[in-house]
Every structure is written in structure tokens, then in C-alpha cells.
């Protein structure tokens, strides 16, 4: 298989993924042209280097203070998971292109972040964090630390606030 068509084939995966995402028909997902790509620098005296053993902390972004986890990469909530649920919504392609915020402890750590943490047991016996009773996902395509590209994709991923709420505001105009 040559190189072209590997990448072609490669992006009509990714379009299938998201496709299983969430969105009704017609749901289109904003540009990326117009959401912001990083966070912020922190706030004078905000340190972004987490205690030891914490796996969840806050940051500044364009949406504001959101969380993240150790590394710096944002988290995210989908609208269709129900709360107290104990379980994901987002299976199989979804959960390719929104992998789970796993852990391997009973007690996750969170530095600033006052909404509840918990964990929910996945499909295939991980520990997927939960805050404030809704499992919480990574973005495939935020490549980076401050990336917040899933912001509002298919109008059903949100990020989280540091009390645990989804920021439903839009970011960058779109």
C-alpha cells in the first residue's frame, strides 16, 4: 500500500470516529480554524507542577480555568453520559478518538479541582476518573499540553471546570 493511500485511509478513520462521537444528523463540529489551540500561560503565583501523586489539576485557558490532567492535557465531559451512572457511553470508535482519563488508584489525587472525584470501571476493567459522578475523556487530537481543540465538537464535549461543571461557553468565536 503506498503512502498516499495509507494517509487517506487514515483520515477517513479519524472522520469515522468522530462520526461516532455524539451529534445528531446534520450536527457539524466547529472549524478548528476558529477555536483556540493551547491554554494560557498560568496566573502569577498559579504553579501548573502538580503535588506528588496528583492526577487531575487546573489551568488557565481561553475557556477559563479548566481541568487537566498531570501532563497538562485537558479533559473533557460528553453530554450523553448520564451522571451516577457508572458507566460510559462513548464505546468503540467514540472511544478511539475520546480515549478515558484512566487510573490505577481507588482515591484519585486532584490539586484545585473541588468537584468530586471518583472512578467508574470501563468495558475492560480500567478505572476511568469521574467528576462529580460524569467519566472524563481526553481528546485524540489535542497533540499537546493546553490543547483544547475538543472544545464543543458535535455540540456534545465540553470541558470541565474546576468545580466539575461543563464549560459550555463558546471558545474562539465559533
Known amino acids: ?25 446534520g450536527t457539524t463540529s466547529p472549524t478548528t480554524g476558529s477555536l483556540p489551540t493551547s491554554a494560557t500561560a498560568p496566573a502569577p503565583g498559579v504553579s501548573t507542577t502538580p503535588a506528588a501523586g496528583v492526577e487531575l489539576k487546573t489551568a488557565a485557558s481561553t475557556a477559563g480555568q479548566i481541568v487537566v490532567d498531570k501532563d497538562g492535557r485537558s479533559v473533557y465531559f460528553f453530554t450523553k453520559d448520564i451522571k451516577d451512572s457508572g458507566k460510559s457511553a462513548c464505546k468503540d470508535a467514540c472511544a478511539a478518538a475520546w480515549p478515558a482519563v484512566t ?30 459522578g460524569m467519566p472524563v475523556y481526553y481528546y485524540a487530537k489535542d497533540k499537546q499540553a493546553g490543547d483544547i481543540l475538543g472544545q464543543g465538537v458535535n455540540n456534545v464535549w465540553y470541558l470541565v471546570s474546576p468545580a466539575g461543571e461543563m464549560i459550555k461557553s463558546a471558545v474562539g468565536g465559533y
Open 1 to 25: 500500500m503506498n503512502k498516499q493511500l495509507r494517509v487517506s485511509l487514515a483520515a477517513l478513520a479519524v472522520t469515522v470516529a468522530l462520526a461516532g462521537c455524539g451529534g445528531n444528523s
Open 103 to 132: 487510573t490505577t488508584s481507588t482515591a484519585p489525587a486532584a490539586d484545585g479541582v473541588s468537584g468530586t472525584i471518583g472512578t467508574i470501571t470501563t468495558a475492560d476493567g480500567s478505572k476511568q476518573i469521574t467528576i462529580n
